[in-house]
């Protein structure tokens, strides 16, 4: 019961201010596609690159395209392209790739559709 006292004593010394909940931010309109990078890197590297990206929660995801060559397809939302392409920059400090840009992403929304 003593502990109860402490938080109610506690929360009435707080200004009124703190006691308000904040409104959430409104939601963001869906997207209607996703965005894509391409990375190449050494194949040796591959795990290291998936535990660094992992680093920055949901940022992005990666599928390798090419296992020899080590060409991956990053895929992540619209709304969080400047977030991604932060944290590839900074993991090309720590991991030699190379960043290039998705080779689909100016085609018409009519031949994107038939190419999936």
Known sequence: MHANENKKNFSASQPQSLHKRRKPAPALAA???????LVRLAPQDTAIFRFLLEAYDHTAYFTVLESKTALLK???????????????????????????????GNLPQECKKTLR
């Open 31 to 37: 997207p209607t596609r996703s965005g894509r990078l």
């Open 74 to 104: 990053i895929v992540f939302s619209p709304h969080l392209e400047n977030e991604t392409r932060t944290a590839l920059a900074q993991m090309a400090q720590s991991l030699p790739f190379c960043v290039e840009e998705w080779p689909l």
